[in-house]
């Protein structure tokens, strides 16, 4: 072995834990998004950083309407679903290419990130995220007295 850790074994992340005090939370949830369970790739997305403070996230909703979709934030998880609200039509598809089934997608959102608007345009959902880091967490300078 070339002594490069390839995969997170309960003691390394013991051993992180007591050296990091106070970032216990990143490693529960580093656990609980990469424990054995396959992550969705439908729809499919883009993340967009524009800046330091600005983001957003592009979903492809090709076929439903702004009705079939909730957009849903809870605490530091927001929760895009999307489920067909209107019957289809009896129509016979030679063959189908776009992709029809409901979508329940969800991301952790960073300590400060707020979800601004939506909006969905040429079967692209867009929502806007921005960091707003409150004063007393920003950088400051001590004077020296």
């Known amino acids: 072995m ?3 850790l390839t995969r997170f074994d309960a003691a390394t992340l013991a051993q992180l834990n ?3 005090i106070g970032f216990d939370r990143i490693f ?3 656990e609980r998004r990469f424990a054995n369970s ?3 790739n439908y729809p499919p997305h ?3 950083k ?3 403070y600005n983001f957003e996230i592009e979903i492809a909703v090709a076929g439903f309407e702004r009705e079939d979709i909730t957009i849903e934030v809870d605490q530091d998880q927001l929760r ?3 489920k067909k609200l209107k019957e289809e039509e009896s129509s016979t598809y030679l063959y189908r290419g776009l ?3 409901d979508f329940d997608r969800s991301w952790t959102l960073a300590d400060h990130i707020q979800v601004g608007d939506a909006e969905l345009t040429n079967g692209i959902l867009r929502i806007k995220l921005t960091r707003i880091v409150p004063e007393e967490l920003k950088p400051r300078l001590i004077a020296i007295k």
């Open 2 to 4: 070339n002594g490069t």
């Open 18 to 20: 007591r050296a990091l």
């Open 28 to 30: 529960d949830d580093m």
């Open 38 to 40: 396959p992550q969705p």
């Open 46 to 48: 883009n993340i967009i």
């Open 50 to 52: 524009y800046d330091d």
């Open 80 to 82: 895009v679903q999307g």
């Open 99 to 101: 992709a029809a089934r």
